[in-house]
């Protein structure tokens, strides 16, 4: 059974940092970001490929959060500083399979909560 299960969440003041992790079962070609506030659609924040070519950033976090990988661990890391409290939501991580083309979130994980107080 391929699983994805992040970590790292928690609460944090506006201005500081967290970092949330991806550890997969399996190794995805990609692995994509998400957040999610409740009543909201889920915004897709980056994607990186297992060259650890960052493929997309949203603007929204750009300036602000990276996004790397260790395939030897298998696990994805979104690191996240200069933290507002608009960052507040569910984060989750995907994984794709697809090696050429568009990637197919067929694995998601149960995600994590992170909240940033002002």
């Known amino acids: 059974q391929v699983t994805l299960t992040e970590s790292g969440g928690g609460l944090a003041q506006a201005g500081g940092s967290l970092r949330l992790s991806c550890t997969a079962s399996?190794?995805?070609?990609?692995i994509g970001w998400f957040r999610q506030v409740a009543g909201k659609e889920r915004e897709l924040i980056g994607q990186?490929?297992?060259?650890?070519?960052?493929?997309y950033v949203a603007t929204s976090v750009k300036d602000r959060f990276t996004i790397s990988r260790d395939n030897f661990k298998n696990t994805a890391y979104l690191e996240m500083n200069s933290l507002k409290p608009e960052d507040t939501a569910t984060y989750y991580c995907?994984?794709?399979?697809?090696?050429?083309?568009?990637?197919?979130?067929?694995?998601w994980g149960k995600g994590t909560q992170v909240t940033v107080s002002s």
């Open positions: 990186i490929l297992k060259s650890g070519t960052t493929a």
């Open positions: 995907a994984g794709s399979l697809v090696v050429a083309g568009p990637p197919e979130w067929t694995y």
């Open positions: 399996a190794g995805f070609n990609t």
